[in-house]
Each structure stands twice: as structure tokens, then as C-alpha cells.
């Protein structure tokens, strides 16, 4: 049915849940998981020239760092469900596109991710790369609340 399974984390705790839950649910299907991190660029107005340079080399280095630490953990855990893991960082605007685009050139049969349930309002103002997953997917996504 599922050949591996996508598992997308910003290393926040809610996508540590859907981690946690996508790595459970592989070690019962014995099935290797993708991880991926989507590293979304600095953009705007307010940083020019120079200063934009600066920012941006800190704040990718910063990001590298935290996915390399997200990474031995969540390998860590891997390891200790005798699941095998792979790992994967993209630089991209959106993280659903990202994560759409690894699902497919890795071979991957389910999404597992994670969501806010937000509503209403604060839906609309910080948007929902969940609900662009679920609906854009031609695969299977489980939605980890």
C-alpha cells in the first residue's frame, strides 16, 4: 500500500507530534521515511544591499545549524523505532511546494503532517501549508492535530 512515508517538520513541537506519529506508524508498516525541512529564504523591502547579504548568510547558517540538530534527533529517534530515515532540506517560498515536490522525487506514498486547526481569521492571515499539502497532494496525507 505505503512504500515511505514523507514526514515535513519545522521542528516546532505540533510537527514533532507528526513526526513522532509518522515514525510510529512506519515502524508498523516496516517502512522508510523521508524528512524534510523546508528552509524558507528572507525576503522583503526592509533589507538592502549589504545588510540583506548579512542577514541572510546569518540567518541560513542559522537555519542549517537547527536542521542539523533537528536532524540527529529525529534520527535518533529513528533509530531507536528501527525505522529508516533519510533526510532532506529545501530552500523554497513554500514549504507545501517543497514538500509536494519531495513526496514525488522520493518515491513517497504518504504525507504525514502536522496541523494547527486554525480557523477563521488567523486561517486567512498566516495561511495553511497543511491545507495546500492536503489539497494539491496526489497521494495520500494523514493530518497529525
Known sequence: MYNRILLPTDGSEL???GVDHGLALAKALN???TVI?????LTGFALQGIVQAEAMDSYNEGRRKEIE??????GE???????????????HLSPAAAILETAAEQGCGLIVISS???RG??????GSQTSEVLSEA?????VVK
Open 15 to 17: 510537527s514533532a507530534r
Open 31 to 33: 517502512l522508510p521515511v
Open 37 to 41: 525541512s523546508v528552509i524558507v529564504p
Open 69 to 74: 540538530d533537528l536532524e540527529k534527533i529525529i
Open 77 to 91: 529517534k529513528a533509530r531507536n523505532a528501527g525505522v529508516i530515515a533519510d533526510f532532506v532540506s529545501k530552500g
Open 116 to 118: 494547527h486547526g486554525r
Open 121 to 126: 481569521i488567523s486561517r486567512l492571515m498566516l
Open 138 to 142: 496526489g497521494i495520500p496525507v494523514l
